[in-house]
């Protein structure tokens, strides 16, 4: 064990060492904002502030959840970046084209498009900032280009368009107009303009756009190369270790005849958070209806088969509300299932620790209401742009709450890291006895839980190292510190960890393999993940040195996936070691589609849109859903699951389950998810990718393509799989109440308890429990 802890401590030390060191390269390389735009002939196009300003705008009228900027955001409306970039493009192409050939460029023969394409080039990606100054030099015909631009996003956000699904007036005045035009604006003069020494844009090239010659770097073709090189090593590696490791039985000596935790008694502090998984219920309820809504704008961009429903409840609002809501309620099942098993470790209660559940619960509760809040009265104009920052909607995706609500929810954090490490002191500072081998491994597998927790307290810190006014690449780096490391990172190392404990604890698996698989996954993992975080900025304006280290490890990241199939298995084998076990069934089945959509969410999905030269061209397309879905929801929402119901089941261990709903949950969510995935994002994906290579990126998210009749019919298949996932979540959320109200238990024993309980009525100690207020406390 000591070597895996050293290993461990090595994997975290060395790579946040290199992301720290990226991190520096990119703030000092980042495009830069300059202080105005002027043309030759002395007119100011863009003031200075305006740039900021403007980003402000868009951030106060949902950010990322209207379109995307530099392939980051949703996907019913444009990437703006793309969008301006290439409507600027025909504007001067058509005025020179006009002025010299006397017709529309697309009528000119290839020979004098080939002419007037290099001349726009050589005019775009010219690097003009001066430095000294902070003035970029732009040719006249560039503000012209920018007015006739204003005058159609004119058309976009003050008049509305259905095919976006904006609702008139998203931005409510001609002065925010055109503040919000300015940002775009240094957007994509950005993603056009060669960086100083170099051949590239600020942003890699990226966009496609073949008209002002954005296409892949070389580095972005080799980068690939070595990233599918080091996948296949690793995979390579990883097979050969589990081939020639020795086989040791992970069964402990032998498994009891009855259910070790039969004769468990909650303590106050456990039936506290009962509360929590009844609110996790009712967010999956929320979550879901708001998905329906959310996709149906894509085919119905004003209202809800024939209601007006953007009018009181805008896109950007629906789909904030669906991210949000699915990272409150599988973060709560997560934070309510450490409290619940807290107890379980240490076999201690501390004092207080029930009103410290309650208080959190209530904090938890006012961050979710008060958020959402404030994000619809942000996007629905009542509040103004810095006052949106604070307690309304920061545009930002994953962490679009408000700067208030967001300090709220770390001070929750911090109060559940207090709350954690209170219950599992005990068990850390006991010392027991040197020479017993389960002993000393359990204190190794509460020391990794207490590590994960105060990772995940301590993480979404990151999220708070921005400002209203910050640069929007350095916010990318530190916003995915928290979607990538905070989320897909030590979360995942907590769910291992407690996982590994409650196999443990139920005599399913030895103490010294638990604490060493656990230790092992959570380096593996994060050796990869850690510097992994990368691949997500590769066309955020950073330097070539986050293409090349993201692309490496992000490839390392899916290595461990790729041989999970052991673990579900093993799960599986696990489930069917005694009869008892049933009782856990369904848990356990749940974490078995954990490592199913792994395998295929994070792994498949995530790999294919991960090489530099296949995310070039599909990011922000719906290959990005198609990942996020099977992976957030597929292994996260699952994993959530799972944990609830593994702490609802051991709440009252003795009383059977009536486990039809939960049948039906399990199914219809795991294959409504599938028929999601494969019926609808993946063709659309891919036909959207097509686009993308072919005609720009522009074309592959623009209503010209988006509603043709092909596109609109594999939208339209969402509908049989949204529609089975959300009949299984509703039966689950069916049955998690029906433990609230009783309908549902079974009346009839299962025969597992342990035999000095055999034949006595249990009946009436249930009902006590049912009836004992501290559940509903």
Known sequence: MKRLWMAFAAVMIVSFLILGWIGTRIYQEMPPIPDKYVTTDGVTLIDSGEVGEGQNVWQSLGGMQVGSIWGHGSYVAPDWTADWLHRESVFILDKWSSAEFSQPFAQLDSERQAQLSGRLSDLMRTNTFDESSGIVTIDPLRAEAFNANVDHYRTVFIDGNADYAIPANSISSEERLRKFSAFVFWTSWAASTTRPN????????????????????????????????????????????????????????????????????????????????????????AQMGLGIVTAHYGVEGEGFYGFPLAEYLPYSVSRTWHVQIGLFWIATAWLASGLFIGPLVSNHEPKFQRLGVNVLFGALLLVVVGSLAGEWLSVKNYMSDTVSFYLGHQGYEYVELGRVWQIGLMVGLLLWLVLMLRVLWPALRQKGDPNSTEANSQRHLVALLAVATGA?????????????????????????????????GFFEVFATTVIAFVFMRLNLVRPGLAAAAALLAATIFLSGGIIGTLHHLYFSGTPTVALAWGSVFSALEVVPLTLIGFDAMEDLRRSKSSPWVQRYKWPIYFFVSVAVWNMIGAGIFGFMINPPIALYYMQGLNTTPLHAHAALFGVYGMLGIGLMLMCLRVLIPGRPWKDGMLKIGFWGMNIGLAAM?????????????????????????????????????????????????????????????????????????????????????????????????????
């Not at 589990?242 to 039936?271: G, H, M, N």
């Not at 209203?468 to 979607?483: D, F, G």
Request: charged share 20%; with cysteine; glycine share 8%.
């Open 198 to 285: 170099d051949i590239a844009s600020y942003t890699n090239n990226w966009p496609h756009e073949p008209l002002v010659g954005n296409r892949p770097t070389g580095d972005n073709i080799v980068w690939t190369g070595v990233s599918v090189i080091m996948l296949l090593a690793g995979i390579s590696g990883m097979a050969w270790w589990y081939a020639s490791r020795r086989e040791e039985e992970e069964k402990p000596d032998s498994i009891p005849s009855y259910d070790p935790l039969s004769r468990w008694q909650a303590t106050p502090s456990q039936k506290a958070t009962i509360k929590y998984f009844w609110i996790v219920a009712a967010l999956i309820f």
């Open 677 to 777: 995935c494969l019926l609808s994002l993946l063709p659309v994906g891919l036909l959207q990718t097509k686009a993308s290579v072919e005609s720009g990126y522009w074309f592959a998210r623009s209503s010209e393509f988006m509603q043709t009749d092909l596109m609109q019919t594999l939208r339209w298949m969402r509908v049989p799989g949204d529609t089975i996932f959300f009949l299984g979540a509703v039966a689950l959320v069916w049955f998690i109440f029906g433990l609230w109200t009783g309908h549902s238990f079974s009346k009839k024993p299962d025969g597992f308890d342990p035999p000095e309980n055999e034949g006595e009525d249990t009946s009436e100690a249930i009902g006590a429990l049912e009836r004992e207020p501290a559940l509903m406390s």
């Open 456 to 488: 995940i307290a301590l993480f979404y810190g990151a999220g708070l190292t921005w400002g209203q006014h910050s640069h929007l690449t350095m916010v990318e780096y530190w916003r995915w510190w928290v979607v990538h490391l905070w989320v897909e």
